[in-house]
């Protein structure tokens, strides 16, 4: 059974530091993983959206990394800013269908 | 481009009702449709996913239902409300056919049971 597990639960930083979310799952045989954002009371934004044959993505501050064979991803977050505080979450799609998450790691930047 | 709506956005209800709780998506066709529930300490899981039209896949035994009456709706639903039925209720879409798509969020509705 996939599982997933995302460390730290939680993180504060000052602003400007440049910052990694880890993510670590079970069973390599995924389609894709994907990193959302959710802010209090509501919904997921997706971020980053990496494929099963790619190594790493970006958008802007955020670049993330994808290491199937050993099960991990990683969140990279440049020149931190307090608008970026908010619980990040890790997915990985394996059956084509569902996501199944890690529980999130919650970011605190400070002005 | 493509939105996607929940409603009601909050619920208070008392255990024992019924609930109806409605998603709908634009600017697509045929899109794959996921039901989620958020629960404190829990994480996110899958409750239900659809296909098309009538196809409706449970991946826990629950008290819930889902429907897809129509291409672009995703209904949630109970006859019977249980306390551990509260929670925060995602929708989710994405493009339809080729699994393994970027899967986008609705704004949740958050279900309360008393």
């Known amino acids: 059974k996939q599982e997933v597990t995302q460390i730290p639960a939680a993180l504060s930083v000052p602003e400007g530091e440049n910052l990694v979310l880890n993510c670590s799952f079970t069973?390599?045989?995924?389609?894709?993983l994907q990193w959302f954002r959710q802010d209090p009371g509501k919904g997921l934004t997706s971020l980053l959206l990496?494929?099963?044959?790619?190594r790493e993505q970006t958008s802007g501050r955020l670049n993330a990394s994808l290491d199937k064979s050993s099960g991990r991803s990683t969140l990279y977050i440049a020149a931190s800013q307090p608008g970026d505080s908010a619980t990040y979450l890790c997915?990985?799609?394996?059956?084509?269908?569902?996501?199944?998450f890690g529980k999130g790691t919650t970011l605190s930047v400070s002005s | 481009s493509q939105t996607i709506h929940q409603w009601p956005a909050t619920l208070v209800q008392p255990v024992g009702s019924p609930l109806s709780l409605e998603c709908t998506v634009e600017?697509?066709?045929?899109?794959?449709l996921y039901w989620y529930r958020q629960a404190a300490g829990r994480g996110l899981q899958l409750l239900f996913y659809?296909?098309?039209?009538?196809?409706i896949s449970s991946e826990v035994p629950q008290n819930l239902s889902a429907s897809r009456p129509q291409d672009r709706q995703f209904i949630l639903s109970s006859k019977k409300l249980l306390l551990s039925d509260s929670g925060f209720y995602l929708c989710?879409?994405?493009?339809?056919?080729?699994?393994?798509?970027?899967?986008?969020f609705g704004p949740g509705t958050r279900l309360t049971v008393l």
């Open positions: 989710a879409w994405s493009g339809g056919l080729a699994g393994g798509n970027e899967q986008f």
């Open positions: 069973d390599s045989a995924i389609y894709n």
């Open positions: 990496i494929q099963s044959s790619q």
């Open positions: 997915a990985v799609n394996q059956a084509g269908t569902a996501l199944i």
């Open positions: 600017g697509t066709s045929n899109p794959n």
């Open positions: 659809s296909v098309g039209i009538g196809q």
